[in-house]
């Protein structure tokens, strides 16, 4: 029942902006990244629009300070989402180049490819240019093993960097140990709405946000 209330929304999402980001992509079919990457990556898999909702609302940011990067933004969905929060710069990154070219054309058919704040990057996550300033970062399981550890590694001393705030929420959980293990951050695991359900859904904040997610822990 989750899966097909999940797959309409999805339908719904896409036709409301006339575009496709909901048909799923198995790894072995993302050939447009080096296999060096493809060996730790995750599924393209959508996230629901309701969750992505739920996620800025739980997170207590106030989207005007921060700027958002989707880490592993496949189809474009989430960024999509994301360009009606507010938010100063919103910044997608994607390995698989095939991906990356479908989320291009869906920005164009969404209406927001001439979006000064709007931006779509093809490349790694590992080096990838991040923008300056508070950033809320978003992750859906796109990446694990080395490249996941690498990541986490890269945005502790991003959020080490004095008055940068940084709010981090990882749906998936399988490596968000990883992100505790860089004593940068306070995790806090996101309630299912099925109170017997286990979270699959982390906010993790460094300490100048920290207040953030004290102000919004429920």
Known sequence: MFGFRKHLAGLLFD???NIETNRNVVRDDLTGMPSRIRQH?????PTNPALFARIVGESGADPRDFSFVDLGSGKGRVVIAAASYGFQRIVGIEADSVLHEIAENNIARAGLERSANV???HGD??????PAGNLFIFMYSPFRGPVFKAVAKRLAVLASEPQRAMIIAYSGDWEADALERTGKFIR????RRQFWA?????????EAAGRIGQGSAC
Not at 198 to 206: A, E, K, P, Q
Request: glycine share 4%; proline share 0%; hydrophobic share 35%.
């Open 119 to 121: 931006s779509l990057v």
């Open 125 to 130: 996550a590992r080096t990838a240019e991040l």
């Open 41 to 45: 990556a995750g599924d393209y898999s």
């Open 15 to 17: 036709r409301r902006h």
């Open 198 to 206: 286990r979270s699959t859904v982390s906010l993790f904040y460094n």
């Open 188 to 191: 806090r695991r996101m309630r």
